[in-house]
């Protein structure tokens, strides 16, 4: 073999083989995405039926900051699970967590930070319960630090004292020698990141669970997609209702979306690898909607579904009883409007999820998570569709 052969050999092997081996080695040696599953007990999902090969992690939900310790307020929680739990025994890569807090039930959180022993107590009780269920850590659902929620008693102090949970929680999981997993709900939409060090709580935690729905709530006086991917920009809604008025009454209206929240929280230093985003296995309804753009950012009248469950959705209202299905391109996100009845549901289907855990894979992200699980069909084709796209 002459020497211009062994040249042109060479620089193919430099160019073309070396990357090569270089990808394969990276791509079989990264951390695979994560597939959470916030899951409330049902007894209509029979356990054995759930697809736990399609999951990462299962979050059950809820436990509570009761007299300053982790505890259940629901009865019957004690033993549902327990019951999850033994599924570990089939599924041994499948992680069961605890969820601590939720909408509506964070009440105790802020006096207990606040104290440093009661604090101390917290942490230890949280470790005793993961210990006594044979769990794989645990996520702070606290709605929120700093800020109102449903209940919820709030100081300025919450920040810091915030920081200093999940700090003294991740020292508490490491001195078990278990690869404890911790992570924490945040809210997506900017202002929640004002009363979080969001950095420094990072530094604890495995990752961050954005919720990327109910970017609109109930309360919103005009339709919109509560759990979008794509960027809505302000031009894009200009000329709607939903603008207009937001300018009459002064509000520094921003549409929200899944992307401009990841972007923000990288832009914060946030490393791509620690972000989850969310997905909803349910829909937000509204009533009294003008037909003009199929009633996407139309003035209601009020909340009419608070909460759709997807299964219900898909059952009785996709293409159905009066509503049709629509697309919107530049939030990638599905819509539902009834002309004859004015009523609209904005959701999450699995086109849009297949699209989120997509963008999730390409932008390098740590996972995709849902609340939850026991909304979906009893087929599970919203969890199918996320589950399909990660084995792609």
């Known amino acids: 073999m002459n020497h211009i052969v062994l040249k042109n050999l ?50 059950f939900s809820f436990t509570e900051v009761i007299d300053n310790q982790m505890k259940f307020k629901r009865e019957g929680s004690d033993q ?31 006096d207990m930070v606040t104290d440093p022993e009661l604090r101390k107590g917290f942490v230890q009780s949280t470790i005793d319960f993961i210990q006594k269920y044979d769990l794989d850590g645990t996520d702070m659902d606290w709605e929120y630090p700093g800020m109102k929620g449903a209940g919820n008693k709030f100081r300025a102090s919450d920040t810091e004292n915030f920081t200093a ?21 945040s809210a ?40 979008n991917l794509g960027w809505i920009k302000k031009e894009d809604v200009e000329d709607t209702p939903a ?22 929280c990288m832009q914060l230093g946030v490393k791509p690898e620690q972000i989850v985003i969310g997905g909803a ?25 608070g909460w759709a469950q ?8 996709e293409n159905k009883g009066g509503f049709k299905r629509y697309w919107d391109e530049k939030a990638d996100a599905p819509y539902l409007y009834n ?5 609209f549901i904005s959701y999450d289907d699995p086109e849009s999820l297949t699209l989120k855990t997509k963008y999730a894979k390409e932008a390098g992200l740590g996972g995709i998570m849902f609340w939850q699980l026991t909304n979906d069909t009893k087929d599970y084709i919203l969890l199918d569709a996320i589950y399909q796209e990660t084995e792609k």
């Open 243 to 264: 603008y207009k008025l937001a300018v009459e009454r002064k509000w520094d209206y921003k549409p929200r979306s899944t992307k401009s929240i990841v972007d923000f």
């Open 80 to 110: 549902k699970l327990k019951d999850l739990v033994a599924y570990k025994k089939q599924y041994p890569d499948l992680k069961v967590m605890i969820a601590c807090g939720g909408w509506g039930g964070c009440a105790g959180f802020s």
């Open 188 to 227: 997506g939409w900017e202002r929640y990141y004002d009363h979080v060090e969001t950095l420094e709580v990072m530094k604890y935690a495995n990752y961050m669970n954005i919720m990327t729905y109910d970017l609109v709530g109930g309360g919103t006086p005009f339709t919109a997609h509560h759990t």
């Open 281 to 305: 296995f349910y829909g937000r309804g509204w009533k009294g909607v003008p037909p003009e753009n199929n009633g996407l950012y139309q003035l209601n009248n009020g909340v009419w579904k």
């Open 339 to 343: 002309a004859t009845d004015s009523l």
């Open 10 to 59: 060479s620089k193919f092997v430099i160019v073309f083989v070396i990357p090569l081996i270089l990808f394969s080695c990276k791509k079989e040696g990264s951390e695979p995405m994560a597939v959470m599953a916030y899951y409330v007990p049902s007894d209509n999902y029979a356990l054995e039926e759930i697809p736990f090969d399609k999951l990462s992690h299962i979050i």
């Open 310 to 317: 997807y299964g219900n959705i898909h059952e009785n209202y």
């Open 165 to 185: 949970l999940m700090k003294e929680l991740r020292e508490a999981m490491d001195e078990t020698g278990k690869n404890l997993v911790l992570t924490f709900a």
